[in-house]
Every structure is written in structure tokens, then in C-alpha cells.
């Protein structure tokens, strides 16, 4: 047996090798095994070698002086089950959808309009000095455009010679001042007619371009309703913060000066939920509920499962039916040999309310048994093979059909 004289501490010691003998050549893959001898016993090692570097483990430092070892990777026995181990739980945890990476819009040139003045933004400044400030800090202010297209305030209000002059020529008078603002776009029109000169540049993008057609614009919303190009009310305060909810107080969901997550959140007037709670009043009551996903604690947002822009899918969601709940909940993804057909047809929502409940997991009922019966209501039917008044009156149906969300082994979705 070969020895060294120190161990994995730096006192004498012995270590035997096994798996070849002295001299003889061990090709690369093979496993052989290190054997440290102390007082206190023997420890093993497994050691696989390689057929490339000196790659040894930081655990054992030493082997670098020794020859017999060069190109082994040291590996610890209980290291390859925690790593499985490990893995294991990662997949079948709830997980969060990965940030939403930014839309891809490309900048059009935006031509000049027959019969309009441009004046430039340095004529609006006079006047917009706070819309002038704040615009110049986005990203549509470094926006290159080829020479002769219109950029800066006038490529999304248009021409504003008529405006400009007829400002100068109101010299305070309200009446004339009124007539001047009508001779520039100022986006006091109807949800489609504002939205149409975002679209311009933002139909480009696949996330936006459905935009025309979704349902925030059949209700009057516009671009500007949520977005603002110009944010004036962090020009007074650039350090201000937003107030927040009792719920994101208390959960010490942080919260940026309002010009830096103006800039850094698409452009939103509001953080997310704030935003939309301005219009679904309804949503913010059902997340004060004891039971709600984790949107007002910052953990969520609303994005993270409907799309504003517009989608093919009930209620704008990002990805059809249940698809959009499994990018969390992986584990109820399946596929499963026997699927819970009412997920395929009416998603998750046939039996979860996603915004929030008093019921144990989002139930749509109190009692599980009642919830169930809204469909296997027949105990004659094919989709109830219980005899009538042979239903659990006490207890719930996931007592015994426990792979409700889809099963690999049984019909019935039972254990």
C-alpha cells in the first residue's frame, strides 16, 4: 500500500489507495477509493478521475502535491443525494415566472404632416418647462431618428407652430387660450384615437400590438390612462414616495422615489396594483381577503398573470386557461394519463377564486363536498359513479379522490 505522510489537517497520517496498484495506469471515468487511516478510524473517499486539469476540491488541498492524484475531482459521498435531494424540492416547489423582459419596439420615423409648423421641443419648454424636464429623461428623448423626421414633442402631438403662436397671441386671455390648445393633439381624445399614436411605434411589439383590440380600449382606456411620457408630479418632488397600503406597510415592501420607479417600471403613473385598483375596485376588496395570492405584499403583480394589452384569452390572461396558474404551480401541471376535465375546459377558476377568498386554498365554497356537486351534481350520471345517498355528508371528497388535479395511476383520481 502506498502511503503519504499528512493528512487532510496537516498532521502525519496514512492514506492507502485501492482500486489499481503502484505503477499501474487507471483510465479516466473510473472510480477508486481514498482511504485516510487516523486514530480516531478510517474515513473513505470516493475519487473519480479525469481525463483533463488537476481538478481538486478545496476540501482537500493537499492532494496537489501528490502525483499519484493529478486529475481527480474529490467528491464527498453524501454530496450527489443532497444535490438530488435538493433538486427535487426546487421542482416540486411553487416557483415565480421570471421577470418580464422588455418589450421590443423599434422606433418608426414619424414624417412631417403637409400644412403643420414644427417649431421643436425648445419652443415647448417656454411654456411645458415641467413636461420638458421630465420627458428629456426617458427613453423616447434619446430616440435616433434618421434626418428630416420629426422628433421630441412633436413627434407624438404633432405639429405645433399653430399651437405656440396662438399661445403668444392669447396674452392670458382665457377664451383665446382655449382656442390655442385645440390647435395641437393633446390627447384628450377617445381611448382609440390616443392610443393610435402610440401604436405608431409600439405596434411593433408582439406584447402591444393587440392593443387595438383589447379590452381596456373598448372601455375607454387609453395609453395615457396608465402611462404618462411625462410624469409632472415627480418634477416637484423627485425624492416623494407613493403612500403605501396597510398591507405593503407591514411587509416592508420597499418603495422607490417616484421619478426612479417612474423611469424604471415602464412608464407607469402608479405601481402595480395601485394602478389598476383605480378601476377594478372589486379586485382590491377580494385581495383584502384572508386568503389572496401575495399581490399587495410586493410578492406578485398583476402582469404576472394578465396581459393589459390585450390577449386571445379569457380575462387577458398571458397564457391560455390554466396555463398561466401552472407557471407557478408546476406540480399541478401534469401531463396526466387522467386529467380533471373541467381544468381543460374552464381552468382553474372553475374551482379557485385566484384574487382572493375566505376559503382554505382559494376555494370557490366553504365545504369541499359542495363545491364539488356543482358539477357531479347527478348520482346517476357517468361523471358520479356513487349510488344515490352514498355522497360523504361530514367529511370532504379529497378524502378520498386525493389527486384531484389529474392522476398517473387511477380514474378516479384516488390515492
Excluded at 481525463?51 to 502535491?65: E, H, N, Q, S
Excluded at 411645458?128 to 428623448?141: R, S, Y
Aim: net charge positive.
Amino acid at each position: 500500500m502506498a502511503q503519504d505522510s499528512r493528512n487532510c489537517n496537516g498532521q502525519p497520517g496514512a492514506f492507502q489507495r485501492s482500486a489499481w496498484s503502484k505503477g499501474a495506469a487507471a483510465s479516466a471515468g473510473t472510480w477508486v477509493t481514498l482511504r485516510e487511516m487516523t486514530q480516531a478510524g478510517a474515513t473513505q473517499y470516493p475519487i473519480l478521475l479525469e481525463p483533463k486539469g488537476l481538478k481538486v476540491a478545496a476540501r482537500l488541498p493537499w492532494l496537489t502535491d501528490m502525483p499519484l492524484f493529478q486529475s481527480v475531482r474529490i467528491f464527498r459521498l453524501w454530496l450527489v443525494p443532497a444535490i438530488l435531494m435538493a433538486s427535487c424540492a426546487i421542482v416540486g416547489a411553487q416557483t415565480r415566472p421570471a421577470s418580464d423582459a422588455a418589450a421590443g419596439v423599434s422606433a418608426r420615423p414619424i414624417a412631417r404632416q403637409s400644412g403643420g409648423e414644427y417649431v421643436g421641443a425648445e419652443r415647448c419648454r417656454s411654456c411645458h418647462k415641467a413636461e420638458f424636464l421630465e420627458f428629456g429623461k426617458t427613453v423616447h428623448a434619446d430616440l435616433k431618428q434618421p434626418a428630416g423626421s420629426v422628433t421630441g414633442c412633436e413627434s407624438c402631438h404633432g405639429p405645433g407652430g399653430a399651437h405656440a403662436a396662438g399661445e403668444e397671441a392669447a396674452h392670458g386671455d382665457d377664451a383665446k387660450t382655449a382656442a390655442a390648445a385645440k390647435l395641437i393633439f393633446s390627447f384628450h381624445a377617445d381611448a382609440k384615437k390616443n392610443s393610435a399614436r402610440c401604436l405608431e411605434c409600439h405596434q411593433t411589439s408582439k406584447d402591444q400590438s393587440r392593443f387595438d383590440h383589447s379590452t381596456h380600449v373598448k372601455n375607454n382606456v387609453s395609453c395615457s390612462d396608465c402611462h404618462a411620457t411625462h410624469l409632472t408630479a415627480a418634477a416637484d418632488n423627485p425624492k416623494g414616495t407613493a403612500v403605501q397600503s396597510a398591507q405593503a406597510k407591514f411587509f416592508t415592501v420597499p418603495s422607490l422615489p417616484e421619478e426612479n420607479r417612474w423611469l424604471h417600471n415602464n412608464l407607469l403613473k402608479k405601481s402595480q396594483p395601485e394602478l389598476c385598483y383605480q378601476c377594478h375596485a372589486d379586485v382590491r376588496a377580494a385581495f383584502a381577503l384572508p386568503q389572496h395570492h401575495r399581490v399587495p405584499e410586493g410578492a406578485m403583480k398583476c402582469t404576472d398573470c394578465h396581459a393589459p394589452h390585450g390577449s386571445g384569452n379569457r380575462a387577458s390572461l398571458v397564457k391560455a386557461n390554466w396555463e398561466t396558474c401552472t407557471a407557478c404551480h408546476a406540480e399541478k401541471r401534469g401531463p396526466w394519463a387522467f386529467e380533471h376535465a373541467s381544468v381543460k375546459v374552464e381552468g382553474c377558476v372553475t374551482c379557485h377564486t385566484p384574487h382572493g377568498s375566505t376559503n382554505k386554498a382559494l376555494l370557490a365554497r366553504r365545504e369541499e363536498r359542495t363545491l364539488c356537486l356543482q358539477c357531479h351534481i347527478s348520482p346517476t350520471g357517468v361523471n358520479v359513479p356513487h349510488s344515490r345517498g352514498s355522497f360523504q355528508t361530514l367529511s370532504d371528497c379529497t378524502r378520498c379522490h386525493s389527486q384531484i388535479h389529474g392522476s398517473n395511476s387511477n380514474e378516479y383520481f384516488l390515492n
